[in-house]
């Protein structure tokens, strides 16, 4: 028992840091931890949305949850929550915005410019809207090719839509089931059950049928028929652990293969 306890007291040292949060840091720990004990960081990025009897800020709350849960198993740091985004449909409900996509690229760009430049080799955008996806993915790839870091960009709704058909036997939507659980999960309080009735909802439209400027609702089916919000509590907590879980095993697998690779390493 004493041995093991000495044996780990190396690795409890070297880890010995007083956040990891870049919001919280200060510049002389900063340059004593990044990045010879950790150049890893988890960037959450969202926008402010209608979400049906969620937050309109669902989209940073998830993401930022997401990236503190797993940041310790992946020794990152998390880097604050960049919360207006291109939200485009929906921004006519109270409260929406909307950042435009020619000012939304280069100020990201920035940020990634900055997180690369100050040490971190693997930048993992944690992504909470898919308004975001196409422009993160491109400048992803830009801004890797051109600072030589590896950067990941993942939609954690969708590369955990089998989690959804797993926990709640039915596929979600926007602000459906498996978001509304999410957000359950992380804090109870963030979600007005009261409000709540099945009328909110809207099968997103096939590609090609009819379109509508605000879309009529901000709860978003994926399928007619399925994703209708329930207020499951154990359902809500199971999700999130498994949405968790999945997404850190990405992140891991992906800077595995990178360092096996040994790319952009010199
Ligand atoms: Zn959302």
Not at 169 to 182: K, L, V, W
Request: with cysteine.
């Amino acid at each position: 028992m004493l041995s093991t306890t000495l044996a780990l007291l190396p690795l409890l040292l070297t880890h010995s840091q007083s956040t990891r949060e870049l919001n919280d840091i200060n510049w002389m720990e900063f340059r004593e931890v990044v990045p010879s004990k950790v150049d890893t960081v988890l960037l959450p990025v969202g926008t402010m949305e209608a979400h049906g009897v969620a937050n309109n800020g669902a989209d940073n709350t998830a993401p930022l949850a997401l990236a503190r849960t797993i940041a310790p198993s992946l020794n990152a740091m998390v880097a604050p929550v960049l919360p207006y985004g291109i939200t485009g449909r929906l921004d006519g409900f109270a409260g929406g915005m909307t950042i435009p996509d020619e000012a939304y690229r280069p100020f990201v760009a920035s940020i990634l410019r900055g997180l690369a430049r100050n040490g971190f080799k693997n930048i993992i955008i944690v992504n909470g809207h898919g308004g975001n996806t196409a422009a993160l993915e491109a400048l992803g790839e830009q801004i890797g090719r051109e600072m030589k870091v590896r950067t990941l960009v993942v939609n954690w709704w969708a590369y955990c839509s089998d989690l959804t058909l797993k926990i709640f036997g039915e596929d979600g939507g926007h602000a459906g089931i498996n978001e509304n659980a999410f957000i359950q999960a992380i804090d109870a309080k963030l979600i007005q059950k009261d409000r709540y009735k099945d009328s909110l909802a809207t099968p997103r439209p096939p590609a090609g049928t009819w379109s509508a400027y605000p879309f009529p609702s901000s709860i978003i089916l994926y399928q007619p028929g399925q994703g209708y919000v329930k207020f499951d509590q154990g359902k809500a907590d199971a999700y999130y652990k498994a949405v968790a879980d999945k997404v850190a095993g990405l992140v891991r697998d992906t800077i595995r293969k990178w360092d096996e690779a040994k790319i952009f390493r010199d």
